[in-house]
């Protein structure tokens, strides 16, 4: 009935947020006396020599004088002690419901540990007393949800069911029939309720019986984790680890440069190493799989499960928004889908790149800061419980509801307004200058496309001779060594080994600003010395 899952719900919720936010009350709450099993017979059965209540099994030579023996089974006619199975929460509610002056009394009806029976329901009373007698809400809701149960369970007529001995004479009684039995009867009805016990009218020529059946003991195991669609998480996980070390090594290789040299660098190009350097060494498909990824994240609210009180007895979902410094940091990763796509434009931007793209990667950033600030992804519950039958008694499937934690529609508003920046910058530029002279095309094809068009070049120049210091080349994937007067030059885009020897007179006099620089750059190919003869550059492949 409606009714008696609302009791629960009610009961069970009022309990839970005192539990979570009293320490003493979850102490207290662990602290409950609590039996193994209730074996449990009404008043009016007691001394009564009783068969099993299997209605549809031959007469049992079983009997009982004490407690109930089987209800009826589906599938086998055995002739056991009918037990009821409580958990802490079952023996809250039961009690609140219940609401017993009598504890001696109603503890009588228990064959097995009435004195366990008699301290539960003392301390839960000290509990009510303690938490809740200055709530009437919670009180009285509680009682007008029992009364509204009771009433429902009534209409339906739901029974116990045992055959007097020896003649056979059947006995019936209502759940709620007697008072002092109510604990135990909320016990019964909580475990229909849990789908552990089933409620089913026998209808015959006279007339029929809504009876309650045996309990059906749930077996509980963890799923297995090989059916848990976790690998496409791990596969994204470790692409964004790798791209994370790679990008840590080039780092690294480019400070031992920055060090070897003196400092004898252009730093404005150290500032490209994640634009640049990630293009080159990780490779644009795995840098959009971690742009996809960085947005993902960013369309998800941050929904975590906690621990709650003294004893860590409450386990719920907490929503802890990030912090201001953190929120800034990750929505900069949207970077990432800005830098994949700038680059796969640069065919068609060419000139402009130098100018838009920058600025189009900080407006993203600052978008994406200030929306997620203004808009904050929020989770959201769905609880709506539905089965289907997989396979005739034997299995089903059950979904209780839909916690959505992610927003498809956050993630295609940032992919949006990455795509509309990036329109946005570049229309601006071209309108400002709508005739750029392109005068980097013909540059070196050591350089990538992106590192043609966004290091700092302009200063490392002599007689229409580029330079490129040692730590902007491994950013952009070359890495040289001098030696004998020749530059050992491997590009590792197209894994080969360049040879180069530099005539007299590009190399800069010692009165050029070019110097003391070019002691720790090489020239680039393609700006002016190959046009020479080729003694000025031989090609070795590897």
């Not at 976790?230 to 290789?253: E, P, Q, S």
């Not at 386990?315 to 929120?327: D, E, I, P």
């Not at 090489?522 to 080729?534: E, V």
Request: aromatic fraction near 12%; glycine fraction near 6%.
């Amino acid at each position: 009935p409606a009714a008696l899952a609302q009791l629960y719900q009610f009961a069970s919720e009022a309990t839970a947020v005192v539990i979570a936010n009293d320490d003493g009350a979850q102490r207290a709450f662990a602290n409950f006396p609590q039996a193994t099993t209730w074996l449990p017979c009404p008043p009016e059965w007691l001394n009564v020599s009783r068969y099993p209540g299997t209605v549809m099994c031959p007469k049992s030579t079983s009997t009982s004088s004490a407690a109930i023996l089987s209800l009826w089974v589906d599938g086998g006619c055995s002739s056991l002690t009918e037990s009821v199975y409580p958990t802490p929460m079952t023996s809250v509610v039961a009690t609140l419901a219940a609401n017993s002056t009598d504890v001696n009394r109603t503890c009588q009806s228990d064959m097995r540990t009435p004195a366990t029976c008699r301290k539960l329901l003392t301390q839960v009373a000290q509990f009510q007393a303690l938490y809740w007698n200055h709530n009437g809400d919670v009180l009285g809701g509680i009682a007008t949800w029992a009364r509204q149960a009771k009433a429902s369970v009534a209409a339906l007529n739901v029974s116990f069911l045992q055959f007097k001995a020896p003649e056979g004479a059947i006995l019936t009684m209502g759940l709620f029939d007697n008072p002092s039995f109510e604990f135990f009867a909320w016990g019964y009805a909580f475990e229909w309720l849990m789908g552990t016990r089933e409620v089913v009218s026998f209808e015959g020529d006279n007339g029929k019986l809504v009876l309650l059946s045996s309990i059906s003991v749930m077996l509980s195991s963890p799923p297995n984790p090989l059916e848990i669609p976790a690998n496409v998480a791990l596969y994204f996980r470790g692409t964004v680890v790798y791209i994370t070390a790679m990008l840590a090594f080039v780092a690294a290789l480019a400070t031992a440069f920055i060090m070897a040299s003196g400092g004898h660098i252009e730093g404005l190009n150290m500032l490209e190493m994640n634009r640049v350097g990630g293009i080159v060494w990780s490779g644009r498909p795995l840098l959009f799989l971690r742009s996809i990824v960085a947005i993902c994240l960013l369309s998800t609210a941050p929904l975590e499960l906690t621990q709650q009180g003294a004893l860590g007895a409450m386990t719920m979902f907490t929503s802890n928004q990030l912090t201001w410094y953190k929120l800034v940091l990750a929505a900069g990763e949207v970077g990432w889908f800005v830098f994949v796509v700038t680059d796969v434009l640069i065919i068609f931007t060419q000139a402009y790149t130098t100018t838009y793209a920058v600025m189009c990667g900080l407006l993203v950033w600052l978008v994406a800061v200030i929306f997620t600030m203004a808009v904050p992804v929020a989770h959201s519950v769905s609880v709506h419980r539905s089965c289907i039958i997989l396979t005739m008694d034997f299995q089903s499937e059950c979904t209780a509801g839909t916690v959505y934690v992610g927003s498809v529609g956050r993630f295609t508003q940032l992919v949006v307004m990455s795509l509309a920046s990036m329109a946005l910058c570049y229309a601006v530029e071209r309108l400002r200058r709508p005739r750029l002279k392109d005068t980097r095309r013909h540059m070196s094809m050591l350089l990538s496309t992106s590192s043609r068009y966004l290091f700092a070049l302009d200063k490392w120049q002599y007689n229409n001779c580029y330079y490129l210091d040692k730590a902007s080349a491994v950013i952009t994937g070359v890495l040289c060594v001098e030696r004998r007067g020749q530059f050992y030059v491997l590009d590792i885009k197209l894994w080969r080994l360049f040879v180069l020897q530099v005539p007299a007179e590009y190399r800069p006099p010692p009165d050029h600003p070019m110097h003391e620089r070019s002691y720790f750059a090489f020239p680039l190919i393609g700006t002016g010395i190959d046009r020479d003869s080729n003694d000025v550059l031989s090609r070795v492949g590897r």
